[in-house]
């Protein structure tokens, strides 16, 4: 039995558990190649400072990836115990990323973990540098895999329904592997990553500045994610520009939703900086537009036209129509899959399958279809349009505004001026826990998005559920939420005793709080 | 090579062994006797031949 309960619990616990998940994921991404940079550096000059830099920064991270390592892995089970539908639909396609990425996770990516923090007396200089180069590659490589696997989610191709096993079968690995979606989601949510390391690096180390304690170590590890933070910031811009774009091919409801575009404008469109949104009334109260942006950001060209949400809606209604065709048609062959004139009728709407399974929501069979159902059908397939408006544009504010501390971080390390500008440290230091909000709303408005379907334009979410009982999942969430609240209380008890002891906690005798140090 | 760099790739690649040989043999007791079908009937059931939700949202069907 499923009910719209049932599917928004389902939903819950599983937004709920990827969001925790990726309070910690983004910072191992940043650590890793900041790692690098510091040791690389250590490597070239053997100055012990660096090695100290290593060690500490590193500390951190290992405290963030021991919490962090097990929250990504209940993920993987609510594949199986809530949404079992959507793992036999789709499971075919979508396992083979996630099954790599296991692979990666465990076996490269923890292995070189545990050289990094165990190998230090056992390794050369060099032989360690690799072990971290490694770590960060095996760390990069593990979010390949999952944005491979939820960038088909956002643009699923590279697969064919059949009819016989009632599943998407995949039919081209490389195209599921190089779908533009993925790799294009891949590089911005990695240097989205890189920021959230370099923020976190450059706000600590201007804490110990201003606090006067550690400078030598507080300005270089300062330096070193300024000029890292610098390029992770343009990075995160250029190529959140190409998911845009990415998003503009494969999911014209996402787009115009995120855009509050109701009316479909003349090319090239304009973008809405910010508006009064009336979804009841479909339309904007207000707004402040900047002509011409949206349509040169969304087609990459001044002569093609960006679909507005009614245009959509008029659309989608369209394919939905077609769509009972396919359900009709696959009903049939289900009962005789010899059928020949179903099969026929079959392939020619298949396209639209999914669409057609959108009424499934409202009907049992498809006889039971009125044109209201339809138009219903298509309303749901535009996802709330507020949400979507203001995450992205928080989103996006928040890029530029790392973009704004960076470069002028970057350019007082240039300057060797940094120290004196208090103003800096303080911007820095309380800019921590802005990169996390970014990517949170940044998946958020991937995700809220895609609604309502698990698979954009193939399979509905309410068709995805497991059949469990509302309780049970009351119980899980429970749980969940209980369990990783333990870990986030963890996490920050343990990195706001580490970063207040800073380098001392390394027991070298050279820096503050130690009894040795003069 | 030192010896204790030595000692180090020795017991690394043990490790690595150990770590196949533990697979292989959770693969075998686990995984390699079962044979899950794919459910194409339930499937079907639950995509082309019922309903979820009635128009109001209430349970219906299934």
């Known amino acids: ?518 | 090579m030192t010896g204790r760099d030595l000692r180090l790739r020795n017991e690394l690649v043990a490790l690595v062994v150990l770590k196949i040989g533990v697979l292989v043999l959770l693969w075998l007791v686990f995984v390699h006797g079962a044979r899950v079908p794919v459910d194409a009937a339930a499937a079907a059931r639950h995509a082309v031949a019922e309903p979820s939700l009635s128009p109001t949202g209430a349970p219906h069907g299934l």
């Open chain 1, 1 to 518: 039995m499923v009910s719209d309960a049932l599917v928004d619990l389902s939903r819950l616990q599983f937004a709920a558990t990827a969001m925790y998940h990726f309070l910690f994921v983004p910072l191992t991404l940043g650590m890793t190649w900041i790692l690098v940079i510091m040791e690389s550096v250590y490597v070239m000059t053997g100055k012990t400072v660096y090695r100290d830099m290593t060690q500490f920064w590193g500390k951190l991270f290992g405290i963030n990836f021991a919490l962090g390592v097990t929250t990504g892995i209940t993920l993987e089970f609510q594949f199986g115990t809530n949404w079992a539908y959507y793992s036999h639909y789709v499971g075919d396609v979508f396992g083979a990323p996630l099954a790599i990425e296991g692979l990666m996770a465990f076996f490269l990516e923890s292995t070189f973990i545990g050289l990094f923090f165990f190998g230090w007396d056992r390794l050369s200089r060099v032989q360690h540098l690799v072990v971290t180069v490694l770590m960060a590659i095996g760390t990069n490589l593990s979010a390949l895999w999952i944005l491979v696997a939820n960038g088909w989610m956002q643009n699923p191709v590279g697969a064919e329904f059949s009819f016989v096993t009632m599943r998407m079968e995949m039919t081209d690995f490389w195209a599921v592997l190089f779908n533009h979606d993925a790799q294009a989601k891949f590089v911005h949510t990695v240097s989205a990553g890189y920021v959230t390391g370099a923020v976190f690096v450059l706000a600590l180390s201007s804490w110990y500045l201003l606090r006067g304690r550690d400078i030598a170590f507080a300005k270089r590890s300062f330096r070193i994610a300024a000029a890292f933070g610098f390029a992770s910031a343009c990075s995160v811009i250029v190529l959140g520009d190409e998911s845009g774009y990415s998003v503009s091919e494969a999911q014209k409801t996402k787009l115009a939703a995120m855009e509050a575009s109701w009316e479909t404008e003349a090319a090239p469109a304009g973008l809405n900086l910010v508006a009064g949104i009336n979804e009841k009334e479909m339309r904007n109260d207000w707004e402040v537009k900047i002509p011409w942006v949206l349509g040169i950001i969304g087609t990459r060209s001044v002569d093609r036209q960006l679909p507005g949400i009614k245009e959509l809606r008029v659309h989608n209604a369209g394919r939905i129509a077609s769509g009972v065709e396919a359900v009709r048609a696959l009903e049939t062959l289900r009962r005789d899959p010899a059928d020949a004139a179903a099969r026929e009728r079959f392939e020619a709407h298949k396209a639209d399958l999914g669409f057609g399974l959108l009424l499934k929501k409202y009907v049992a069979s498809m006889d039971e279809v009125t044109p209201a159902l339809i138009e219903r059908a298509a309303a749901d397939t535009i996802p709330a349009v507020a949400p979507m408006f203001w995450s992205f544009r928080i989103m996006v504010a928040l890029g530029f505004m790392f973009f704004a501390l960076f470069g002028l971080a970057f350019w007082h390390s240039l300057r060797n001026t940094f120290q004196d500008r208090r103003w800096l440290l303080r911007w820095a230091f309380w800019s921590l826990p802005t990169p996390w909000i970014a990517s949170e709303l940044g998946w958020f408005v991937a995700e809220y998005g895609r609604q309502p379907w698990t698979i954009y334009g193939v399979l509905p979410t309410h068709l995805s559920v497991s059949t469990l009982t509302v309780e049970s999942l009351y119980g899980s969430i429970a749980g969940f939420v209980g369990f990783y609240t333990i870990l986030l209380v963890a996490e920050l008890y343990l990195m706001v005793k580490f970063a207040r002891q800073g380098p001392g906690s390394l027991g070298t005798g050279r820096y503050a709080g130690e009894p040795s140090h003069a």
